[in-house]
């Protein structure tokens, strides 16, 4: 059915977080725990707004300020997105916004009616709530990348597991100087100890911020058992096709099993 672009919630969304570099109109398609903060920074500062990273929390009450106009998603020189393996993306969300009670746990705690004991979470807790169709897409940080796609085709997609590689293309075309905010945000787990070999999926959200508070986190991959490697496949169906149709399965974090029925 015909509606008017203005209630197209689904492209008002995307168009939301379509953001627009004026000095060379490309347009970058801005999907939270996918380099978001390195990106933003470095929109800000081609767009004057900050001075490189002084003053770069600006960019945190400011996420939609460069949102492009319906004319500029049309005219574009170039359009980008980066992508993620959308099972790092997940644990990242949980170790760095659930696991230290960033206002995206409080989100979670509200939409579960304040039943989530707060000690006692797991990632597989975790997993089981944002399941929830109410819950799936009543938080950015958690809701599928696909949602945030205005184009049906890009110019560029760039896998995040890549980016360090993809850094002189995007600059070359897109105009951007990348400015990387990571020591800025911490918010990644690069500065931890990753820890593997063991399963951290039932790990109590207390042990865990135990283990960041001395430099330690469990690895993306030791969050997940093959229970939930299939529950957030499920979840995530459309996410994990996109990143396969555009990158393949070498960076995924469980790439799908070959079909033992095949001849």
Not at 2 to 18: D, I, Q
Not at 68 to 83: G, P, Y
Not at 94 to 104: A, G, H, Y
Request: hydrophobic residues 40%.
């Amino acid at each position: 059915m015909n509606v008017g672009l203005g209630a197209n919630e689904a492209h008002t969304f995307a168009a939301g977080h379509a953001l627009v570099c004026y000095a060379s109109d490309a347009i970058y398609t801005f999907i939270p725990k996918n380099a978001c903060s390195t990106m933003r920074v470095s929109l800000a500062n081609a767009n004057g707004c900050i001075d490189g990273t002084e003053n770069w929390t600006w960019i945190h009450p400011n996420n939609r300020t460069f949102a492009a106009t319906l004319r500029e998603l049309v005219t574009a020189r170039f359009t980008f997105v980066i992508l993620r393996c959308p099972y790092a993306r997940l644990a990242s969300v949980f170790l760095d916004k659930i696991v230290s009670k960033t206002p995206e746990f409080w989100s979670l705690y509200r939409l579960e009616n304040d039943e989530i004991d707060e000690s006692a979470l797991t990632f597989r807790d975790f997993v089981k709530a944002i399941a929830k169709p109410e819950n799936l897409r009543a938080n950015i940080h958690w809701r599928p990348q696909e949602d945030f796609l205005v184009y049906e085709e890009y110019d560029a997609y760039y896998p995040l597991e890549q980016f360090k590689a993809s850094i002189p293309h995007i600059e070359r075309e897109s105009g951007l100087s990348i400015i990387d905010a990571r020591p800025l945000t911490r918010h990644g787990t690069d500065r931890f100890e990753l820890l593997s070999g063991k399963c951290f999926a039932d790990t109590p959200l207390a042990e865990l911020a135990d283990m960041k508070r001395v430099g330690k986190s469990p690895a993306h991959e030791s969050l997940y058992d093959a229970a939930l490697v299939d529950r957030v496949a499920e979840i995530y169906t459309a996410d994990i096709e996109l990143y396969l149709s555009r990158f393949g399965p070498a960076d995924l974090l469980f790439p799908p099993k070959e079909d033992t029925q095949k001849e």
